[in-house]
């Protein structure tokens, strides 16, 4: 079972350095393949992603329309489109942000809980919940997971089927900047069609941006920063 990764990098240069070599240290690689859009970051991020391609030999691109950062919703966009292009649809797609980090066997067992959620109703799962989205319900998962079930999925983190992205997407292009909610009303979309969405808990990817690309605290920073494991850089 393959998984394609799309994650977006806006500048954040030690935060995507760790995002990618924690990916390729602790998934095996037959069974993902990665596409990283650079969406306008400083040559310094940039330089260091042609160097991580190098290495890992993963998809990299920029956004073709140039100028100015064009925002989570468009890019994200661009991202998937361009995954499927460049390596034809896998049995499930997985969104990122590259301010994360992700543990040991991370997809295992994220994809072993999403089969899970599945069979109760659950279109999209996350590997990280922010500490703000509260949890609805908590259903059984595998050995000590729970299944969360939230309002709203930050797409930080998303697992699905190419058949959600298809039904639900694509986001909302328009949304410039972060935080401007095209995930919360992409989830909406599922929820209101009588699906659910929510995360797993334990964590198996977190989160280490305790601020934003622009350098302002994060919403909830303080708990952002006590998830964090030791050992992890955050900022």
């Avoid at 993963?58 to 956004?63: H, N, R, T, V």
């Avoid at 622009?214 to 050992?231: E, H, I, M, N, Q």
Wanted: proline share 4%; hydrophobic share 35%; net charge negative.
């Amino acid at each position: 079972m393959t998984t394609n990764i799309c994650m977006l990098v806006h500048n954040r240069h030690h935060h995507t350095k760790q995002a990618i070599e924690s990916l390729y240290q602790n998934t095996p690689n037959t069974s993902f393949n990665l596409v990283v859009v650079d969406d306008g970051s400083s040559e310094e991020t940039a330089g260091m992603l042609r160097d991580q391609r190098k290495l890992y030999g993963f998809y990299l691109s920029q956004l073709p329309w140039g100028g100015e950062p064009k925002g989570v919703g468009k890019s994200r966009n661009f991202a998937i489109g361009l995954v499927s292009d460049v390596y034809g649809q896998g049995a499930l797609l997985y969104c990122s942000d590259n301010d994360v980090y992700f543990t040991e066997g991370w997809l295992a067992e994220l994809i072993a809980n999403f089969e899970i959620a599945e069979q109760i109703g659950f279109k999209l799962l996350g590997a990280y919940s922010h500490p703000y989205q509260q949890t609805e319900k908590v259903y059984a998962g595998m050995g000590d997971y729970g299944i969360h079930e939230k309002l709203a999925v930050a797409s930080q983190s998303w697992l699905m089927r190419w058949e959600t992205w298809y039904e639900y997407g694509p986001l909302d292009s328009h949304a410039k900047g972060i935080g401007q909610s095209e995930d919360v009303a992409f989830t909406n979309k599922i929820r209101e069609s009588g699906w659910k969405v929510g995360t797993i808990f334990p964590d198996v990817v977190y989160s280490t941006g305790v601020t934003g690309s622009f350098g302002k605290p994060c919403p909830g920073a303080d708990l952002v920063r006590k998830s964090v494991p030791k050992g992890v850089w955050y900022e």
